[in-house]
């Protein structure tokens, strides 16, 4: 059972383990076929939709797709999620960091990002190497270097401070 919210309005409780869809508890006679690359026919209830999926994003647990030509962005949440909103504790996923800690002690060979630099999700900020290996560390999010409290050939302890974001 997964929980789909989609536009920010609409939510439904949906079963997709069965060949028929099961939505709020109640079932739907449902047909899909492949049309193209991440686009379906799809029958529901002797109904026809076209859907497009445009783009997943699975850290964020979100999709943005095309229903008959009309964009939608779909928030989904496991029986996990919906637990953890449960016990109170989504929140916690919330809050935002703004320090880049070293997930391991080592040595900074490289630090790539520059004060006042815009990066994106993903971007590399440095390279740490621990026990033989070279680590890239990337950007959680996006946003501007504030300050680089390292330097290159430094060596760093777990948890240490490497670059504080806006």
Do not use: C
């Not at 006679?29 to 492949?34: K, P, Q, T, V």
């Not at 686009?39 to 699975?58: A, C, G, M, P, Q």
């Not at 040595?107 to 993903?122: N, S």
């Amino acid at each position: 059972m997964i929980t789909v919210k989609i536009d920010s309005e609409n939510e439904f409780a949906m079963d997709l383990s069965q060949p028929d869809v099961s939505v709020n508890n109640k079932l739907f006679e449902s047909d899909w076929i492949a049309i193209g690359d991440n686009k379906f026919h799809v029958l529901i209830n002797n109904r026809s939709f076209t859907v497009e999926l445009i783009s997943i994003d699975e850290m964020g647990k979100q999709l943005i797709f095309m229903l008959n030509g009309r964009k939608h962005i779909a928030s989904v949440k496991d029986k996990y999620d919906v637990l953890l909103q449960q016990l109170g504790m989504d929140k916690l996923l919330l809050t935002k960091s703004n320090d880049i800690k070293a997930p391991m002690p080592g040595l900074v060979i490289r630090v790539v990002a520059q004060e006042g630099q815009a990066v994106k999700k993903g971007d590399t900020l440095l390279v740490l190497e621990a026990m033989k290996m070279e680590n890239i560390i990337k950007a959680i999010s996006d946003g501007v270097v504030k300050t680089i409290a390292i330097a290159a050939k430094q060596t760093v302890n777990k948890n240490q401070v490497l670059i504080v974001m806006e």
